[in-house]
């Protein structure tokens, strides 16, 4: 065994160790996700109706969801998925205590409520909160974004270690009778196995999952990423706030905008339309500037002559040709705008070409921006369709292929933990790491790969250099580390 083989397979465990754990999560949240996202829906939505010959308008089902929750006022309609599923409707409470949101279900042909619960409350957002970030807010998205970092150089180090067991493509992603003779041997050729099969995709996970983390997503990629707003007149010095509260039927009438004055900062896309902690925006548009009502731009739309009322942007949406589940969210505050939009991200359709998002002035009834998958950069495209692939909405062959992979991962982690239990000596105590009594140090093309993974991800820093403490300083000189990791 080469002095660079024992590093990398050293540094494989102890990436392995603190990884493991937080697959496992990922795998078994997501996979929970996928098959309730396709069997119940995110927020209910797949709950079936009788369909008859017409439906009710949109305003009378408004108000009816209106009726069971008191003081309240409609933020957002979602069209039902299709004939025989119900609408969507998201209610804010301005009751005595904090205001509260609530997801009300209609069913389009009679106006009846079917059903009404809290937002973010049921299994999906369950699972999707602990998949983001553990309920632990920032230090849990921390944390995720460390092991999905950590992840990227496992796959690095056991592709090489595995190459160097077998020298044969081939050989790597199709095992012979001989591997798997052995009951060692053969978790080993499983774990390797399944590892060189999903490599590339887990890679994809992983990069298509930073791009929502807190650092090297927010602060890094998104940041530069994000969709120009200039391409609807948002001017570098914004001019007032955001307050929420507009009627379930109509934006009620109030002066247009005028621009200078009491500046504030300009919300963004992500400050509006995603205010729970489930994502609802497109990553490209996120941290764009939203358009503002009462401007003099905007290409033609409605007639302003008649009142904007949520029929008649209904209507509207349907003429611009969203077809199905679409979202169609209200205006809060006097320069709030009307928003169309229907993407895979938010299971409204299945491929994410179709990305659409319009923004409407209240007042002229202009439209403000009309926002298509073609008009996003290349990163903004690879994410639309990265998060389809990432999410299995593209259809039954995207959630088969989701299954599959969560289970294989799952599959990986369980044979890394056997593979560390055979190998450990008996009546043994301690972590025992690989190549444990190999010299402890770092060859230089190793050392220039984690360069590499930590620059790129910051958060993997830390983590590389505790590491790297602990196996070439620490346990030299504290015995009882010396002992537990010898």
Known sequence: MSKFY????????????????????????????VLLANTTGRDLDQTKVTPQDTTTAVSIQAQHALSTIPNAEVLQYIAPRRPDTVAVFRVKSFNDQAPADNMVLVNPYTGEVVDSFARESNWYHKFDQFHGDLMLGKTGDYLQETAASLTILLIITGIYLWWQKNQSLKTMLIPNAQQLSQKRSAFRTIHATLGSWVAIVLLFFCISGLAWSGIWGEKMVQAWSQFPAGKWGVEPTPSSGLPLGVSATTAQPAKPHVHGADAMPIPSHGDVLNDGKTKEVPWILEQTPMPMSGTSLGAQGLDPKMTLTIDRVDDFARQLGFIGRYQLNLPQGDNGVWTLSQDSMSYDMASPFADRTVHIDRYSGKILA????????????????GLALHMGTLGVWSILANVLFCLAVIAICLTGLVMWWQRRPEKSSGLQPPASKRERDIPWPFALTLLVVAYIFPTALIAIVVIALLDLLIVRHVPMLRKWLK
């Open 6 to 33: 024992a590093c990398v397979w050293r540094w494989h465990f102890y990436a392995g160790i603190f990884v493991a754990p937080f697959l496992v999560i990922l795998a078994v949240t997501g996979l929970a996700m």
């Open 370 to 385: 009309d926002i298509r998958f073609s008009n996003y950069n290349a990163f903004g495209k690879f994410m639309a369709a």
